[in-house]
């Protein structure tokens, strides 16, 4: 079975200031994926950054970035210059290929952007 | 294009009613799956859906039920609710769900009581 731990469940980041968001999973596959995804108060889960375990380099999207560790099991979110539009619930989550997008969710990280 | 519709979004029931929810997913997605999300679980895969067909299901009662129709519009039907299913049910689509590219509906809000 599949697991993902996010050990952070709130966090508070000045405006322009950089923050990194916690993950730990466990699983014996080793080939899968891994996300992070945002919550806004909408409740639409938005896609932040998608990584590949075959991959070792780290992904990147502007000013969202991962510290893949894949030995470790460890997959952390780096938000620099952060906004007020960051402010959400962030999730991180697993997934095997070819599952159907059955994705294993952490309990999530609730982050505030302070003016 | 327009994005994931799950329809509606608030609803209450009362314990033992059954409830419909649905979602219609991109166009062009053939592949559906239900999320639940609370505050105590979390978020939990309910079960996937592809071209009409259950592929994949999650660790949910019998009374947690879904389709899908030849639109790829998919239905999820609760039974005999309890209070404890009072949670955000959230949809996502993709392509064909063989990709990692989902997309997540804005959910609908079931509350028991």
Known sequence: ?115 | KAGVTQTPRYLIKTRGQQVTLSCSPISGHRSVSWYQQTPGQGLQFLFEYFSETQRNKGNFPGRFSGRQFSNSRSEMNVSTLELGDSALYLCASSLAGVTTEAFFGQGTRLTVV
Do not use: H
């Open chain 1, 1 to 115: 079975a599949q697991t993902v731990t996010q050990s952070q469940p709130e966090m508070s980041v000045q405006e322009a200031e950089t923050v990194t968001l916690s993950c730990t999973y466990d699983t014996s596959e080793n080939n899968y994926y891994l996300f992070w995804y945002k919550q806004p108060p909408s409740r639409q889960m938005i896609l932040v950054i998608r990584q590949e375990a075959y991959k070792q380099q780290n992904a990147t999207e502007n000013r969202f970035s991962v510290n893949f560790q894949k030995a470790a099991k460890s997959f952390s979110l780096k938000i620099s210059d952060s906004q007020l539009g960051d402010t959400a619930m962030y999730f991180c989550a697993f997934m095997k290929p070819f599952t159907g997008n059955q994705f294993y969710f952490g309990t999530g990280t609730s982050l505030t952007v302070i003016p």
